[in-house]
């Protein structure tokens, strides 16, 4: 049953701990965004600062060459006027791409249980942990976000630990 959007305890119930998520929010058949989401004017991204910034993708290609320190200054320009930035030519491959977003939304489609095996303090490895974001102490508003997080050295490191249900 979807939550109350109007009640914090019941958003938290129903998101954290019967481990919905987001996800499962927007799956309910949400019609709006719960107030606890949604930000404060004054903290949201100021798209038009964005296009008088003229603020291009960052081209990741030139990193390893002479054109470095501006790339360099690419990035910490658009952090921090805008709050994020595109890159292009970053050398991850599309096939790559689309079998993560493949995965990730093979992993985020599994039901709550399935997925509560990878929470924070219940995984059964320290490099794999699922949850969303809710720290209403620490945030004026929510994430409107859930995440898988995996923590690896080497590919063969990362293939030992990776959930079993979607590999």
Do not use: C
Not at 43 to 53: F, T, W, Y
Not at 61 to 77: F, N, T, W
Not at 142 to 155: A, F, P, R
Request: proline content about 8%; hydrophobic content about 40%; overall charge negative.
């Amino acid at each position: 049953m979807a939550p109350n959007l109007d009640d914090a305890n019941s958003i938290f119930e129903f998101v954290v701990k019967e481990g919905n998520g987001v996800k499962g929010m927007v799956d309910s058949g949400l019609s709006r965004v719960p107030q606890a989401y949604v930000q404060p004017e004054t903290e949201r991204i100021d798209k038009e600062n964005a296009i008088k910034l003229g603020l291009p993708p960052i081209d990741l290609s030139k990193l390893d060459g002479p054109g470095h320190d501006a790339v360099a200054e690419q990035i910490v320009r658009a952090a921090e006027t805008v709050g994020f930035f595109q890159v292009v030519n970053h050398g991850v491959s599309l096939q790559l791409l689309e079998s993560l977003k493949e995965t990730a939304h093979k992993f985020f489609s599994l039901p709550p249980q399935r997925k509560a095996v990878y929470r924070s303090p219940v995984s059964p490895t320290p490099l794999v942990k699922y949850g969303t974001s809710f720290m209403p102490e620490k945030e004026r508003a929510l994430e409107w976000k859930d995440y898988i997080l995996m923590q690896y050295t080497n590919d063969d490191e990362a293939l030992q630990h990776w959930p079993e249900v979607i590999k």
